[in-house]
């Protein structure tokens, strides 16, 4: 059974950091996918980052250089973080990590596995 359990949101002023973490287990895939997802209210969803397997990554264009995806490993379990610098008010959402099988099929299908979503909230 796949969990995926999210922390890290929050309120920050424009400006400002934070740190979302994913903890992810029992998601067995070899060359998976997994990222972040993001949902504004009245907006659809929109992927944010992603990082394979082998640490390739992959940014929307409204966060890169601002945001930065990373992975650790240990026993069974992947920890999924996005470090979130110079926050914006558009960047205010429910924040949700994914996973899929493969790039191939995050790309064509989307993710097959979802957290619950935290919330980010940036004022400015």
């Known amino acids: 059974q796949v969990q995926m359990e999210e922390s890290g949101g929050g309120s920050v002023q424009a400006g400002g950091s934070l740190r979302l973490i994913c903890v992810v287990s029992?998601?067995?895939?070899?060359?998976?996918?997994m990222g972040w997802y993001r949902q504004s209210p009245g907006k659809e969803r929109e992927e944010v980052a992603v990082?394979?397997?082998?640490?390739?990554?992959?940014?929307t264009d409204s966060v890169k250089g601002r945001f930065t995806i990373s992975q650790a490993q240990d026993r069974g379990k992947n920890t999924l973080s996005l470090q979130m610098n110079a926050l914006k008010p558009e960047d205010t959402a429910v924040y949700y990590c994914?996973?899929?099988?493969?790039?191939?099929?995050?790309?064509?299908?989307?993710?097959?596995?979802w957290g619950q979503g935290t919330q980010v909230n940036v004022s400015s």
């Open positions: 994914a996973a899929a099988a493969s790039r191939w099929l995050w790309n064509v299908r989307g993710p097959n596995a």
């Open positions: 029992g998601y067995t895939y070899s060359r998976y996918s």
């Open positions: 990082i394979d397997h082998d640490g390739s990554t992959a940014y």
